[in-house]
Structure formats: C-alpha cells, structure tokens
C-alpha cells in the first residue's frame, strides 16, 4: 500500500450534486481496496483561468492509502467523468511501502 495525493475539481453544481460526485470517487477507491486516510474539501474557489467555461470549481484532496491498481483505476474514470473540471493524483514525498 502506498500513500498518494488525490486532487480533483468538480464543476460548480448544487451542493448535493458536488457531495454525489465526492462520494462517488470516496466509494470507487474504497471498493478497490484503496483507504481515504484524510478528506480535505477547500469549497468553490476561482480558477486562475476558465476551463470548459467555467471559471469557479469546487476543489477537493484526498489522502489515499491504496495499491498502484486502484489509482488507476480511480484515474480512468476521472478521466470519463464530466463533472470533474480537472484531477491529479500523485504518489506522496518521503513514504516507502
């Protein structure tokens, strides 16, 4: 198991729909073996330039133990999720397995 960084932005929606969208990535990594050690929502905050027209996005970490095939598996359907603005996810600094 390792620890990785999971950064993602979700299109300004209504709260319910961002909460949604949140557990839905939270349930996807746990299903695959992978545990949310920390959850971190920053809230809507302005981009510094638009991305798919739109200029605020509701910004969310995520601390993940979990094996290198459940990260990929989480940042395949990242890439396919239409509510997400933008995602990254990186191995954390200074941690061994």
């Known amino acids: 198991m390792r620890l990785y960084e999971v950064i993602f ?3 300004p929606m209504e709260e319910e729909a961002t909460n949604a969208v949140i557990e839905k990535f939270t349930k996807l990594i746990q299903a695959n073996g992978g545990k949310i050690e920390k959850e971190d929502r920053w809230g809507k905050k302005r981009l510094a330039y638009e ?9 969310v ?3 993940v ?3 290198p095939a459940c990260v ?3 940042d395949r359907v990242m890439k ?4 997400l603005l933008k995602h990254m996810i990186v191995r954390a600094d200074g941690v061994e397995e």
């Not at 798919?52 to 996005?57: A, Q």
């Not at 396919?80 to 509510?83: K, R």
């Open 51 to 59: 991305i798919k027209d739109h200029s605020e996005g509701y910004y």
């Open 80 to 83: 396919i999720t239409d509510e």
């Open 61 to 63: 970490l995520l601390y």
């Open 9 to 11: 932005i979700v299109k």
């Open 65 to 67: 133990n979990a094996e």
């Open 72 to 74: 990929a598996e989480c």
